[in-house]
């Protein structure tokens, strides 16, 4: 199958968006959503973001037109079942009148009236903070507001959906008895519960999503379910790195499949331009130093109006009765939250982001929680790896919920993260380098030089797959020893997780700067 790989330059974003509001056929809900938007001032126009909201429009009218087909194929089986329900009653009469009758044997079933093939959707990737998401939220609306559009939908953060799955399969499992892959039960109810899926931040950063995505996807889209997607990588770079890609590599090719593939060419990052553009700009929920002054009266400012502001519930009880726990059914254990009043929690960065915490402990206090403090974030680079990636996570559940975040760090805001490099270096000097430092818009422009950030390099004398190999970190002022696991001797699968930090960073950054807006959560 020929795939499509649309490209959105802004020398051509206006005249390939005029094209793609003609095929829409005068169907511009999107496009009407973002104008509205722009008129009150709430985002500034761009012509990249424009374009992307007619190819919507466009994908709107293909999802109308396809239901609408389906609904007539299911008539037409309907009524081919009621015929052939109606033509055997009719024999089995004659038969016990002793009569002979013609019991259409060369009737088709009911089941043969096929379905008519489903849109392929969209993938959009691009730089962090330009528009993506805020794009395929109008769409997600507009087809809510359009009648008979899509009226089976969801719209989930990936890593939630991706815990989802994982509780399902498990489920599944323990329960299956008739020899069926829980796989493919799962997609069936996932099929059955929405036949449009939109994720926010589509990404494969282990093995067990790796292997579980393919096959889920795979039987999702042969029962006619449409994905749109958004992410900051390219199919081609999902799961880069990762531990047995090759066993990933022809999920990409699905995806190109049945997805036409957008990527927005656009470097301005909307999310954090009030930083330099407003003169003497104060983060709302940011303080440092976090052993300051202002950081100390600044978190209990916090905690007390939105532990007053809040409300009472589960939460509320944990002043008075000690530790919180909030269960996971999902994992067998509980998230404790020793610091609570009404909707608010607090935290020490080591308690939250140091112990083994995963993305389902940050969404379960996004879910139980209005407002989190975070206190004593130290500066964030390859050398804090792990505590870097849970607050990464963190983040990103927060944001996703629309939850606050105040924070007391080490460093000022734009230089909370660090960027680094990782880099591979092999026996018989050939070396391999991943450059993430942060990567330009332009896939053709060289990479930010690397004298100004950290370098990670793995050195190995026994191949990319030995167990002896030994993590480094090399700074201008020397090199360190560092293992994820705090033993020497960490494996080179282990290089996915740090480069996909390195890469996460751009985003957190970018994330953080417009939660600390005066009018994020409200």
Not at 394 to 406: F, G, P, Q, T
């Amino acid at each position: 199958m020929l795939c499509r790989w649309a490209v959105l330059p802004r020398s051509a974003a206006r005249r390939w968006a005029g094209d793609v509001a003609a095929r829409a056929s005068g169907d511009a809900a999107v496009t009407v959503a973002y104008q509205t938007r722009v008129a009150a001032g709430r985002v500034r126009e761009d012509a990249v973001q424009a374009a992307l909201a007619r190819r919507f429009d466009a994908l709107l009218q293909e999802l109308r037109v396809w239901e609408q087909e389906e609904a007539a194929r299911r008539a037409a089986a309907a009524e081919r079942e009621r015929q052939q329900q109606a033509r055997q009653e009719c024999v089995a009469e004659d038969a016990a009148g002793g009569e002979t009758a013609d019991e259409g044997g060369d009737e088709a079933p009911a089941s043969a009236v096929l379905s008519p093939p489903a849109p392929r959707g969209l993938y959009i990737h691009g730089s962090v903070g330009i528009g993506k998401t805020m794009v395929m939220d109008m769409f997600f609306a507009s087809c809510g507001d359009a009648a008979g559009v899509a009226r089976t939908r969801r719209r989930v953060h990936f890593h939630e959906f991706m815990l989802d799955v994982h509780r399902r399969v498990h489920v599944a499992r323990k329960a299956t008895a008739d020899g069926r892959d829980a796989v493919v039960r799962v997609a069936d109810a996932i099929a059955e519960e929405a036949q449009l899926l939109c994720f926010d931040e589509f990404q494969v950063t282990d093995i067990a999503d790796a292997l579980i995505v393919k096959r889920l996807f795979q039987y999702l889209f042969k029962r006619g379910v449409v994905l749109v997607a958004t992410s900051n990588r390219a199919p081609e770079a999902l799961y880069d790195g990762g531990f047995n890609r090759q066993l990933f590599t022809g999920f990409i090719d699905t995806i190109r499949e049945q997805c036409e593939v957008v990527f927005m060419d656009a470097a301005h990052d909307y999310r954090t331009e009030h930083l330099t553009a407003v003169k003497d700009f104060v983060p709302r929920d940011y303080y440092f130093p976090a052993d300051g002054h202002a950081a100390t009266m600044g978190l209990q400012q916090a905690f007390l109006e939105a532990s007053t502001t809040g409300g009472g519930g589960a939460a509320a009880e944990a002043a008075a009765n000690g530790d919180l726990r909030l269960p996971l059914p999902q994992q067998g254990r509980y998230v404790t939250v020793r610091r609570a009043r009404g909707r608010c929690a607090w935290f020490g960065f080591e308690e939250l982001c140091a112990a083994a915490l995963s993305a389902a402990d940050y969404f379960c206090l996004a879910a139980h929680f209005n407002v989190v403090i975070v206190q004593g974030v130290p500066q964030l680079g390859a050398k804090h790896h792990d505590e870097a990636r849970r607050f990464v996570t963190l983040i990103d559940a927060l944001y996703e919920k629309r939850c606050r975040l105040v924070v007391a760090a080490d460093a000022p805001l734009p230089d909370l993260f660090q960027a680094f490099e990782a880099k591979v270096v092999f026996q018989g000097s050939d070396e391999e380098t991943f450059p993430y430092s942060p990567p330009p818009v332009d896939p053709e422009a060289a990479p930010t030089d690397p004298a100004n950030h950290t370098e990670m390099w793995v050195s190995t004398s026994g191949g990319a797959s030995s167990s002896n190999s030994t993590t480094m970190l090399q700074t201008k002022h020397g090199a360190m020893e560092w293992s994820a696991t705090g033993m020497v001797g960490v494996s080179l699968a282990q290089l996915s997780a740090v480069k996909d930090v390195a890469f996460s960073f751009r985003r957190a950054a970018s994330r953080l700067a417009e939660m600390n807006r005066p009018e994020w959560g409200e």
